[in-house]
């Protein structure tokens, strides 16, 4: 696809422009962070230098849907959105940690592991994706597969791992993050 066909892409999901110009910003704002020096002919440097990679790397994240109708930037999320939601997940991360250690530091032992299957419809692929990490970075709980329809095997390794799942409070707040209805439905569990 030619660079100039990029802009005028009606299949792209917000402004292309906002999103070439918030991928410039990051990327110089990434470099001024590592370069450290605020010379006037350093800061110009940057700048052109962040405007050509974020032109050459824009089309690299721009991710289609499952069916191909539209692209979604991947980058495309508020930060104060992500960061409310990184908060969030911070929390659910610890509140995990003592599961796990209460599970298995107990005499009795209250693992019960097992693999959980629920839908969760998102047209943009970021959505899908950040569930998955977000669900396998959580103590206890695994993303074994993630089908295109957005069907979710999940491992979890004891009861309350497995509650906080079907309760679709994560899936909710990740439907929140990226401005998508909320589409959740638990298929089993064994």
């Known amino acids: 696809?030619?660079?100039?066909?990029?802009?005028?892409d009606r299949t792209i999901v917000g402004?292309?422009?906002?999103?070439?110009?918030?991928?410039?910003i990051l990327m110089f704002v990434f470099w001024l962070a590592?370069?450290?020096?605020?010379?006037?002919?350093?800061?110009?440097?940057?700048?052109?230098?962040?405007?050509?990679?974020?032109?050459?790397?824009?089309?690299l994240l721009l991710?289609?849907?499952?069916?191909g109708t539209k692209k979604y930037f991947a980058l495309g999320v508020s930060p104060i959105a992500f960061l409310c939601y990184s908060m969030w997940l911070l929390k659910e991360l610890v509140l995990a940690n003592i599961d796990?250690?209460?599970?298995?530091?107990?005499?009795?032992?209250?693992?019960?592991?097992?693999?959980?299957?629920?839908?969760?419809?998102?047209?943009?692929?970021?959505?899908?994706?950040?569930?998955?990490?977000?669900?396998?970075l959580t103590p206890g709980t695994v993303t074994m597969n993630v089908t295109p329809e957005g069907i979710y095997e999940v491992h979890a390794l004891t009861e309350g791992a497995a509650e906080g799942l079907l309760a679709g409070a994560m899936p909710?707040?990740?439907?929140?993050?990226?401005?998508?209805?909320?589409?959740?439905?638990?298929?089993?569990?064994?």
């Open 100 to 136: 796990v250690v209460k599970a298995t530091v107990r005499p009795e032992l209250r693992i019960d592991p097992k693999v959980i299957r629920f839908v969760f419809r998102s047209d943009n692929p970021m959505a899908k994706v950040l569930l998955a990490n977000s669900i396998t």
């Open 34 to 59: 590592l370069s450290g020096d605020f010379a006037v002919k350093f800061v110009v440097y940057g700048l052109i230098t962040s405007a050509v990679v974020a032109w050459i790397c824009y089309p």
């Open 15 to 24: 402004s292309p422009l906002t999103h070439l110009f918030s991928l410039g």
């Open 172 to 190: 909710r707040k990740v439907a929140e993050l990226f401005g998508e209805e909320f589409d959740f439905t638990v298929l089993k569990g064994e």
């Open 1 to 8: 696809m030619e660079k100039e066909s990029i802009l005028k």
């Open 63 to 67: 991710l289609p849907n499952a069916d």
